[in-house]
C-alpha cells in the first residue's frame, strides 16, 4: 500500500491529480495501481501567520522500505504533476515494514469505487397529501409574524 498525502490544495484538485498519476506512479513502483490511493484532507498550509495554500504544498508519501530506493524517480513524478498547480513544493517520504501493515478487504465489494462500478438510482418522491405546488420546496410568501405580538 502506498498513501500519497497532499496539504495545500483543494481535494477536487487532489481528485484530478490521483487520476492523472496513479498509473505513473505505479509504473514506477513496479505494482497495482489498486496499490495506490490519495488522500486530500481539507487542510491549509500556513507559515508565519499566513495562509500558503497553492503556494506550498506538502506531499507526504508513506511506502513499504522495500520501495525507498525509487523515492527520487517519484519525487520527480510528483512535482513535474504538481508544478503548475503550486508555486513551492516539498515531498516529504516515510517508510514502514510490511509487518506493520494490516488490511482487512470484503470479497463481496469491488476494492474501489469506479465509474464502472457506480450504481445510480433516483429516488421518486410522491405524496399523495401534496398537491401541486404546495409541497415544502415552495416559497412562504404570508405574514409569518402576523400572530406574534398577540
Known amino acids: 500500500m502506498i498513501t500519497v498525502t497532499i496539504y495545500g490544495l ?7 491529480l490521483s487520476r492523472e498519476m496513479t498509473s505513473s506512479l505505479a509504473d514506477i513502483y513496479e505494482c497495482d495501481k489498486e496499490e495506490i490511493i490519495f488522500i486530500a484532507p481539507e487542510s491549509m498550509v500556513f507559515h508565519n501567520g499566513v495562509e500558503q ?4 504544498t506538502v506531499v507526504k508519501v508513506e511506502a ?4 525507498a530506493v525509487l523515492q527520487d524517480d517519484v519525487a520527480k513524478i510528483i512535482m513535474q504533476f504538481i508544478k503548475g498547480l503550486s508555486i513551492n513544493v516539498q515531498v516529504v517520504f516515510s517508510y514502514f515494514s510490511q509487518d506493520n501493515f494490516y488490511e482487512q478487504l470484503n470479497d463481496d465489494y469491488p476494492r474501489y469505487i469506479e465509474n464502472e462500478n457506480i450504481v445510480n438510482f433516483e ?7 401534496i398537491e401541486e405546488g404546495e409541497g415544502d420546496d415552495q416559497i412562504f410568501t404570508g405574514d409569518i409574524f402576523k400572530d406574534f405580538n398577540k
Open 64 to 67: 513499504p522500505k522495500k520501495v
Open 10 to 16: 483543494d481535494q477536487f484538485v487532489v481528485g484530478r
Open 53 to 56: 495554500t497553492s503556494w506550498n
Open 123 to 129: 429516488e421518486e418522491r410522491y405524496d399523495e397529501d
